[in-house]
Nanobody, 124 residues
Protein backbone atom coordinates (compact mmCIF):
# COMPACT_ATOMS: atom_id res chain seq x y z
CA UNK A 1 0.00 0.00 0.00
CA UNK A 2 1.03 3.56 -0.71
CA UNK A 3 -0.60 6.56 0.91
CA UNK A 4 -0.52 9.85 -0.97
CA UNK A 5 -1.29 13.29 0.43
CA UNK A 6 -1.42 16.38 -1.77
CA UNK A 7 -0.91 19.94 -0.60
CA UNK A 8 -0.24 23.38 -2.01
CA UNK A 9 -3.52 24.16 -3.73
CA UNK A 10 -5.29 27.46 -3.35
CA UNK A 11 -6.67 30.54 -5.04
CA UNK A 12 -4.42 32.44 -7.44
CA UNK A 13 -4.92 35.09 -10.09
CA UNK A 14 -4.42 34.32 -13.76
CA UNK A 15 -0.75 34.48 -14.64
CA UNK A 16 0.29 33.43 -11.17
CA UNK A 17 2.06 30.32 -9.92
CA UNK A 18 1.51 27.50 -7.47
CA UNK A 19 3.56 24.48 -6.48
CA UNK A 20 1.72 21.32 -5.53
CA UNK A 21 3.35 18.64 -3.42
CA UNK A 22 2.42 15.01 -2.98
CA UNK A 23 3.94 13.20 -0.02
CA UNK A 24 4.04 9.42 -0.15
CA UNK A 25 4.27 6.91 2.66
CA UNK A 26 4.22 3.17 2.78
CA UNK A 27 6.27 1.20 0.32
CA UNK A 28 9.40 2.35 -1.46
CA UNK A 29 8.47 5.53 -3.26
CA UNK A 30 11.16 5.22 -5.89
CA UNK A 31 9.52 2.03 -7.19
CA UNK A 32 6.56 3.95 -8.58
CA UNK A 33 6.11 6.06 -11.66
CA UNK A 34 3.98 9.00 -10.60
CA UNK A 35 1.37 11.14 -12.27
CA UNK A 36 -0.71 14.23 -11.73
CA UNK A 37 -4.31 14.38 -12.93
CA UNK A 38 -7.03 16.98 -12.56
CA UNK A 39 -10.79 17.07 -12.60
CA UNK A 40 -12.91 20.15 -13.16
CA UNK A 41 -16.61 20.24 -12.23
CA UNK A 42 -18.73 18.12 -14.55
CA UNK A 43 -15.68 17.01 -16.52
CA UNK A 44 -13.78 13.77 -16.65
CA UNK A 45 -10.47 13.35 -14.86
CA UNK A 46 -7.66 14.24 -17.23
CA UNK A 47 -3.95 13.60 -17.39
CA UNK A 48 -1.63 16.49 -16.54
CA UNK A 49 1.90 15.14 -16.15
CA UNK A 50 3.88 12.01 -15.37
CA UNK A 51 7.37 11.19 -14.21
CA UNK A 52 9.42 8.01 -14.26
CA UNK A 53 10.79 6.24 -11.20
CA UNK A 54 14.13 7.99 -11.36
CA UNK A 55 12.75 11.32 -12.54
CA UNK A 56 14.72 11.09 -15.75
CA UNK A 57 11.67 10.99 -17.99
CA UNK A 58 8.67 13.29 -17.90
CA UNK A 59 5.53 13.71 -20.00
CA UNK A 60 2.92 16.45 -20.17
CA UNK A 61 -0.52 17.09 -21.54
CA UNK A 62 -0.47 19.52 -24.45
CA UNK A 63 -2.55 21.97 -22.44
CA UNK A 64 0.16 22.42 -19.79
CA UNK A 65 3.36 21.82 -21.78
CA UNK A 66 5.78 24.68 -21.20
CA UNK A 67 3.87 25.99 -18.17
CA UNK A 68 3.93 23.08 -15.71
CA UNK A 69 6.90 21.08 -14.47
CA UNK A 70 6.74 17.74 -12.69
CA UNK A 71 9.64 16.65 -10.51
CA UNK A 72 10.33 14.23 -7.68
CA UNK A 73 12.63 13.88 -4.72
CA UNK A 74 12.94 10.21 -3.90
CA UNK A 75 14.88 10.97 -0.72
CA UNK A 76 11.89 12.96 0.54
CA UNK A 77 9.25 10.62 -0.93
CA UNK A 78 7.64 13.58 -2.63
CA UNK A 79 6.52 14.51 -6.13
CA UNK A 80 5.92 18.11 -7.15
CA UNK A 81 3.98 19.98 -9.77
CA UNK A 82 5.21 23.50 -10.42
CA UNK A 83 2.47 25.44 -12.20
CA UNK A 84 3.31 28.76 -13.84
CA UNK A 85 1.31 31.13 -16.05
CA UNK A 86 -1.89 29.73 -14.64
CA UNK A 87 -5.13 30.20 -16.55
CA UNK A 88 -8.76 30.08 -15.38
CA UNK A 89 -9.15 26.83 -17.33
CA UNK A 90 -6.57 25.23 -15.02
CA UNK A 91 -9.13 25.40 -12.21
CA UNK A 92 -9.73 21.87 -10.95
CA UNK A 93 -9.07 19.42 -8.17
CA UNK A 94 -5.56 18.07 -8.69
CA UNK A 95 -4.69 14.51 -7.78
CA UNK A 96 -1.40 12.70 -7.59
CA UNK A 97 -1.26 9.01 -8.34
CA UNK A 98 1.18 6.12 -8.31
CA UNK A 99 1.23 3.10 -10.55
CA UNK A 100 2.81 -0.30 -10.25
CA UNK A 101 2.86 -1.25 -13.93
CA UNK A 102 4.41 -0.14 -17.18
CA UNK A 103 1.13 0.63 -18.91
CA UNK A 104 0.52 3.98 -20.51
CA UNK A 105 1.09 6.89 -18.17
CA UNK A 106 -1.74 9.08 -19.44
CA UNK A 107 -4.65 6.77 -18.57
CA UNK A 108 -6.00 7.18 -15.06
CA UNK A 109 -7.16 3.57 -14.92
CA UNK A 110 -3.53 2.44 -14.99
CA UNK A 111 -2.80 4.05 -11.64
CA UNK A 112 -3.23 2.04 -8.46
CA UNK A 113 -2.98 4.60 -5.67
CA UNK A 114 -4.53 8.05 -5.43
CA UNK A 115 -4.40 10.99 -3.10
CA UNK A 116 -7.47 12.85 -1.88
CA UNK A 117 -6.89 15.84 -4.14
CA UNK A 118 -6.18 19.52 -3.65
CA UNK A 119 -8.26 22.36 -5.08
CA UNK A 120 -6.67 24.85 -7.44
CA UNK A 121 -8.74 27.88 -8.39
CA UNK A 122 -7.48 30.45 -10.90
CA UNK A 123 -9.40 33.72 -11.06
CA UNK A 124 -9.52 35.87 -14.18
Amino acid sequence: QVQLVESGGGLVQAGGSLRLSCAASGRTFSNYPMGWFRQAPEKEREFVAAISRSGGSTNYADSVEGRFTISRDNARNTVYLQMNSLKPEDTAVYYCAAKTNSDSYYKSRNYDYWGQGTQVTVSS
